[in-house]
């Protein structure tokens, strides 16, 4: 069974569909990821989660437990489900224990004592109980935001933006800190986050979001090399989207036949078809020739933007080491691998 399940859910404002029928499925100790660019409907399925949204149809269960319907929304405190926000919404009248103690007031004195010092351990900061937020960087507020929403052991937990406002080094490095302490823990996470970079390093599966719909569902690597359709396939990385047609187990591009998995219905034979920057190789004596319209600086390489003889865009990699100019001809070959073809997007 698994922990977080969501089916057919839907969340409605008057006429407007912020969210169309998503299922999603999250086992025990998973760390899930809701990926999209603002207004997708992420934060709005999250939110439903929490209990902050009712649901206009489907429903959501937790460990089993219906939490929600078109008929019923179970009471946020009631779900015994984890919060980390963006802002981190540390009490800044108390100090580090005090702020993770705020959510086992149950607890006995001693329990509370005890699980405190374990949580600090877990974050890397024992010995920071009577500092106050303001004392503390950045990194280290959002480790104690962490460390309360953990304190009671919840069946679930959400994080919303938690590194948004951090600088972008810094972000992918809190990430795959706070990802080993969920594991430590064996805590179920859903994320929230517009970052692909945040997604990658953290989750266990990811699901992009666009328009209120769940495009694809999978892992970073199944997102990247195998995307369902065109929206998933640009909005992940970065890559081109070559015209094709299918004919005799081939697909006929303007960079030449190639081998293909499709990702969805080939009943048409005007497809398109994914190119990652890394599958395209810069040969100045190759054949086949593209003009060089831009390039971006990325330390070890060149991210170089072509133009092909039909007008097509490709991204190229090349060594730094290997200096073109800009609308210099050079050739170019791809790989020999499976190419993926994808779809339009869902309506």
Known sequence: MSQLSLEQVEIRYGQTIAVHAVNIQVEQGQIACLLGPSGCGKTTLLR??????????????LGGKLISDSNHTLATEQRNIGMVFQDYALFP???????????????????????????????????????????????????????????????????????GSQDTELRESLAREVRDILKQ?????????????????MADEIGVMQTGRLQQWGSAYEL??????????????????????LQQGKVLTSVGELDYASSGDT????????????????????????SITSKVFRGNEYLYSLKLANQENLLALASSEEFYKLGEKIGLELEQKIY???RKNFN
Do not use: C
């Open 48 to 61: 439903a989660i929490a209990g902050f949204e009712r649901l206009s149809q489907g429903q959501i269960s």
């Open 267 to 290: 009943s048409q034979t005007e497809v398109r078809v994914l190119i990652r920057p890394e599958h395209v190789k810069l040969k100045p004596k190759a054949s086949l020739q593209a």
């Open 93 to 163: 009248h108390l100090n580090v224990a005090d702020n993770i103690r705020f959510g086992m007031r149950s607890q006995s004195r001693q329990a509370q004592k005890q699980r405190i010092q374990e949580l600090l351990a877990l974050v890397s900061l024992a010995g920071y109980e009577r500092r106050y937020p303001h004392e503390l960087s950045g990194g280290q507020q959002q480790r104690i935001a962490l460390a309360r929403a953990l304190a009671p052991k919840p069946a679930l937990l959400l994080l919303d933006e938690p590194f």
């Open 224 to 245: 990247y090399y195998q995307p369902q359709n065109a929206f998933v396939a640009t909005f992940i990385g970065q890559g081109s989207l070559l015209s094709g047609t």
């Open 185 to 201: 823990e064996n805590i179920t996470a859903l994320l929230v986050t517009h970052d692909q970079h945040e997604a990658f390093a």
């Open 340 to 342: 993926t073809i994808v």
